[in-house]
C-alpha cells in the first residue's frame, strides 16, 4: 500500500504521522488498500479550526471521508470511524445482494421440467 500524508497551514508531527500511518494500516483488514491519500489542514479561518480528509483506492469503488474537530487526534478518530462506517456499509450491501440473489434465483430449467408433468 502506498501511503501519501499531505499537511496545509500545519505543521508535521512524526508522531502524528505514526499515528495515521497505525490507522490506515489497521483498515487493511477489513478492506485490501492499494493507495490511501491522506490530507491534514488547519483553516486559520474557521472553527473548528483541524480537518482530516481520506481517498483511499481500492479495487472497486474508492472509499472518500472527512473529518473536522477542534483537535487533531479528535479529528482523526472521527475520519477513522467514518472510514470504518463506510467499509461496514460496503460489506453489508454485497452481502445484502448475494443473499437476495440467492433468494429470487430460481433455475429456470428445472421450472420448466416440473410445469410439464
Same mark, same amino acid.
Given at each position: 500500500? !502506498?501511503?501519501?500524508?499531505? &499537511?496545509?497551514? &500545519?505543521?508535521?508531527?512524526?508522531?502524528?504521522?505514526? $499515528?495515521?500511518?497505525?490507522q490506515i494500516e489497521a483498515?487493511? *483488514?477489513? /478492506?485490501?488498500?492499494?493507495?490511501?491519500? +491522506?490530507?491534514?489542514?488547519? =483553516? $486559520?479561518?474557521?472553527?473548528?479550526?483541524?480537518?482530516?480528509?481520506?481517498?483511499?483506492?481500492?479495487?472497486?469503488?474508492? +472509499? $472518500?471521508? *472527512?473529518?473536522?474537530?477542534?483537535? /487533531? =487526534?479528535?479529528?482523526? !478518530? !472521527? /475520519?477513522?470511524e467514518e472510514l470504518e462506517?463506510?467499509?461496514?456499509?460496503?460489506?453489508?450491501? =454485497?452481502?445484502?445482494?448475494?443473499?437476495?440473489?440467492?433468494?429470487? &434465483?430460481?433455475?429456470?430449467?428445472?421450472?420448466?421440467?416440473?410445469?410439464?408433468?
Amino acid at each position: 500500500m !502506498k501511503l501519501t500524508i499531505q &499537511h496545509r497551514q &500545519h505543521q508535521p508531527s512524526e508522531s502524528f504521522a505514526a $499515528l495515521v500511518t497505525k490507522q490506515i494500516e489497521a483498515l487493511r *483488514e477489513a /478492506l485490501q488498500i492499494d493507495e490511501a491519500r +491522506v490530507l491534514i489542514e488547519r =483553516r $486559520l479561518e474557521s472553527s473548528p479550526p483541524f480537518r482530516i480528509s481520506a481517498h483511499l483506492v481500492t479495487p472497486g469503488p474508492d +472509499v $472518500l471521508a *472527512e473529518a473536522v474537530d477542534h483537535t /487533531l =487526534r479528535a479529528a482523526l !478518530k !472521527k /475520519l477513522i470511524e467514518e472510514l470504518e462506517s463506510r467499509i461496514d456499509h460496503r460489506h453489508a450491501k =454485497r452481502a445484502r445482494r448475494k443473499q437476495s440473489h440467492f433468494k429470487t &434465483h430460481v433455475p429456470t430449467q428445472m421450472g420448466a421440467a416440473t410445469s410439464r408433468k
